[in-house]
C-alpha cells in the first residue's frame, strides 16, 4: 500500500531532550515536507525537501532539522525541545511532477511539558 | 504572499443536505489546488486535487470547482451524511515552490 509512515504517533517528552520523529514513504516520490498544525494557525510548513541532500527551511524551521539521506526518509530532529513546539506534526510526499498532490501521514503528537 | 481562506469557519447541516464550502486564495499563480478531509486528530485524506488547466473534479458525491482568474475554489456536497462530518482544508500549490499554502479549514457537521 502506497503511504507515508511516521513514527511515533503520540510523544510526551521533557524540555531539553532531544528527539527524532521519523517519516517514510514507499511511493519513490522526490519531494518530502514536515507541517505542524495549531489551533487557530492551522498547517505551516516546517521544512521541506526537493531530493536527496536537498532540504531548505518552510515558514517556521525555527527549532527543528532535518536531513534526507535517503530518498524514502525524511526525519524531523528536535535537538532541545521547548513547549511551544508542543503541536500536531505532519510529513508529506509528492513526485517531482506538480500534476500530482502531496499525500500525508497520519500525523505525531507531541507533547513537551 | 500566498493566503488562502475558507468560509465558513464551521458549518451544521441536517442529513441529506446539499452544500457548498468556499475556499479563496490571493495568488492566482498556482499549479493546483488539493481539497484535504481530516477527521479530528487524525491524519490529511486527500478527497479531490484540480491542476490549475482544470475547472472541476468529482469523485461521488464530491464536485470540486476551481476558477483560478478569480482565486476561488468550492467544494460540493451531495446528500450529506453523519459520516462526513469533519473538517475540510484547502491548500494550494504556488508556482513559487513546493510548499502546500493550508486555509484553516472548514468544520462540517451533519446530524442524522
Known amino acids: 500500500e502506497a503511504q507515508v509512515t511516521q513514527n511515533p504517533r503520540y510523544l510526551i517528552t521533557v524540555t531539553g531532550k532531544k528527539l527524532t520523529v521519523t517519516c517514510s514513504q514507499n511511493m519513490n516520490h522526490e519531494y518530502m515536507s514536515w507541517y505542524r498544525q495549531d489551533p487557530g494557525l492551522g498547517l505551516r510548513q516546517i521544512y521541506y525537501s526537493m531530493n536527496v541532500e536537498v532540504t531548505d527551511k518552510g515558514d517556521v524551521p525555527e527549532g527543528y532539522k532535518v536531513s534526507r539521506k535517503e530518498k524514502r526518509n525524511f526525519p524531523l530532529i528536535l535537538e532541545s525541545p521547548s513547549p511551544n513546539q508542543t503541536s500536531l506534526y505532519f510529513c508529506?510526499?509528492?513526485?517531482?511532477?506538480?500534476?500530482?498532490?502531496?499525500?500525508f501521514g497520519s500525523g505525531t503528537r507531541l507533547t513537551v511539558v | 504572499k500566498q493566503e488562502v481562506t475558507q468560509i465558513p469557519a464551521a458549518l451544521s447541516v441536517p442529513e441529506g443536505e446539499n452544500l457548498v464550502l468556499n475556499c479563496s486564495f490571493t495568488?492566482?499563480?498556482?499549479?493546483?489546488l488539493q481539497w484535504f478531509r481530516q477527521d479530528p486528530g487524525k491524519g490529511l485524506t486527500s478527497l479531490l486535487l484540480i491542476q490549475s488547466s482544470q475547472r472541476e473534479q468529482t469523485s461521488g458525491r464530491l464536485n470540486a470547482s476551481l476558477d483560478k482568474s478569480s482565486g476561488r475554489s468550492t467544494l460540493y456536497i451531495a446528500a450529506s451524511q453523519p459520516g462526513d462530518s469533519a473538517t475540510y482544508l484547502c491548500a494550494v500549490r504556488g508556482q513559487a515552490g513546493t510548499a502546500l499554502i493550508f486555509g484553516k479549514g472548514t468544520t462540517l457537521s451533519v446530524s442524522s
Open positions: 508529506a510526499s509528492s513526485p517531482d511532477r506538480v500534476g500530482y498532490g502531496y499525500t
Open positions: 495568488d492566482s499563480a498556482i499549479y493546483n
